[in-house]
């Protein structure tokens, strides 16, 4: 006697193993189990509207988002993200229209084109990226950092002798 086959996913559900095997070279979990609050955006598929509560976006098709907080985002190379993005890591393949914040590092591939306006505390960048638009790096320590605990102290101390120092 046989055994059952398991039933086939859902149609347009991922299998669990996809968030895992990125498109993206050498990319690993980010110390996060498969799929945990992750959204695959994939190839000729349309989001417009808010997407919450994630820790990863993964988008090889089109989103459209007035605001997104993540902890990471990865933009495939024929990936397309339009809005406003706060995120701890990015990667951008593909393209990136609006404003981002990456508190950490933000890379952009070969392939990717960043236009808009974007801060980060790291930036590499490929040769053959592409930044339109105006770039800030974030210079103050991480917080929860021994740096990030003495800055505070000593812009309180001078807030508090009037000398108005930043």
Known sequence: MSLPTPPSPMPGSAPRQRASSSRFSGQDNGGYTDNARTLV??????????????????????????HLTAKELLIASEGVFRGVAETGTAEIAGTMEGE??????????????????????????????????????????????KEHAHVHAHEAADTATGDGKA
């Open 41 to 66: 955006v994939h190839s000729g598929i349309t989001i417009r509207g808010a997407i919450e509560n994630i820790e990863r976006l993964i988008i090889e098709g089109t989103v459209e988002v007035e």
């Open 100 to 145: 981002l914040t990456v508190r950490n590092t933000l890379v952009i591939r070969a392939s990717g084109r960043l236009i808009g306006d974007a801060e980060c505390r790291r930036l590499q960048v490929e040769e053959g990226g592409q930044v339109t638009g105006k770039m800030g790096m974030i210079t103050s320590p991480l917080p929860g950092t």
